[in-house]
């Protein structure tokens, strides 16, 4: 098993920054793909940024500028730090990982991941 903890959410103003941080513990080998996602009240959720093993990073378009996603391997963390913000970023935010978990071979396998959300708030 593998948990996710998530932190970092809050109230801000707009052009106010937060930084958001996931921490995935349990029986990890490998983490490949990790990536936020948002849901605001009455829309679907939506792919905000993510990262590869490799340090690859994609952004949805609506944030690219602003927002940055990083990973501390040895850590097993990742981070996304939101400048400028607005209201339409007002929302839950929620983590996934995705990897191979299983300390045993027997016992070695894929896993998706999801946090268990931290609300962002943007005054304006």
């Known amino acids: 098993q593998v948990q996710l903890v998530e932190s970092g959410g809050g109230l801000v103003q707009t052009g106010g920054s937060l930084r958001l941080s996931c921490a995935a513990t349990?029986?990890?080998?490998?983490?490949?793909?990790m990536g936020w996602y948002r849901q605001a009240p009455g829309k679907q959720r939506e792919s905000v940024a993510s990262i590869a093993a490799s340090g690859v990073t994609n952004y949805a378009d609506s944030v690219k500028g602003r927002f940055t996603i990083s990973r501390d391997n040895a850590k097993n963390t990742m981070y996304l730090q939101m400048n400028s913000l607005k209201p339409e970023d007002t929302a839950l935010y929620s983590c996934?990982?995705?990897?191979?978990?299983?300390?045993?071979?027997?016992?070695?396998?894929?896993?998706?991941?999801w946090g268990q959300g931290t609300q962002v708030t943007v005054s304006s």
């Open positions: 996934n990982v995705q990897g191979i978990s299983g300390i045993l071979p027997q016992n070695r396998g894929g896993f998706s991941s």
């Open positions: 349990g029986s990890i080998v490998a983490i490949n793909t």
